[in-house]
């Protein structure tokens, strides 16, 4: 997750998954450790990008629609979206956008 | 720039920038700054997310392609993106997408 994702040629989808969080960890890292792993897992998966500092920013890539609503609702997913909303975050926001474009620097061949 | 962008309902656009950093700063964070800054004055511009750990993620949002095209040709800017290529920036990948949906938790009234 700490690289720039090396994602095929467009298009295909990204979630931007935008957080701030409540304090302290709460068992947040290793959810999000796990999560990370298991959407790796998921039919139509492309790769995925993370920071955190005042806010944090996850984009996620995807092949199609269909993938994204499968992970939505993949069940140990679910269990992690419930414990989101009662403890790790205190707000959150989910774009689901098609790249239609997209370049490299350096230029990859 | 560090909160959850209170962007409008979709359709709209998102440019993801995903860099990574060289070392030392350079003059990049005044510069980081004032494109924040410039990049909000521009027309159609909706907002901007920013975090930067391993990898930077700054996702900014805009009401149409053209609004993007300006802001990627902006003299200001061009000079930023230059200066970026020979001094700031190891790699990085840009990603235009069309935010087709999109929802808040708490929700959004």
Redesign the interface.
């Known amino acids: 997750m700490?690289?720039?994702?090396n994602?095929p040629s467009?298009p295909y989808y990204?979630v931007?998954f935008?957080?701030?969080r409540t304090k302290g960890d709460e068992g947040y890292g290793n959810t999000a450790v796990r999560m990370l792993e298991l959407a790796a897992q998921q039919h139509g998966y492309l790769g995925v990008?993370?920071?955190?500092?005042?806010?944090?920013?996850t984009?996620s890539y995807w092949a199609d629609l269909e993938s994204i609503k499968a992970w939505k609702q993949e069940m140990e997913h679910l269990a992690a979206q419930k414990q989101g909303?009662d403890i790790w975050?205190a707000?959150?926001?989910?774009?689901?956008?098609?790249?239609?474009?997209?370049?490299?620097?350096?230029a990859q061949t």
Chains 1, 2 share one sequence.
Request: no cysteine; aromatic share 10%; proline share 5%.
């Open positions: 700490n690289e720039i994702a994602t467009p990204a931007i935008t957080s701030q990008e993370s920071a955190r500092e005042d806010v944090g920013i984009v909303q975050y707000a959150y926001k989910v774009r689901i956008a098609k790249v239609e474009r997209d370049y490299d620097w350096p």
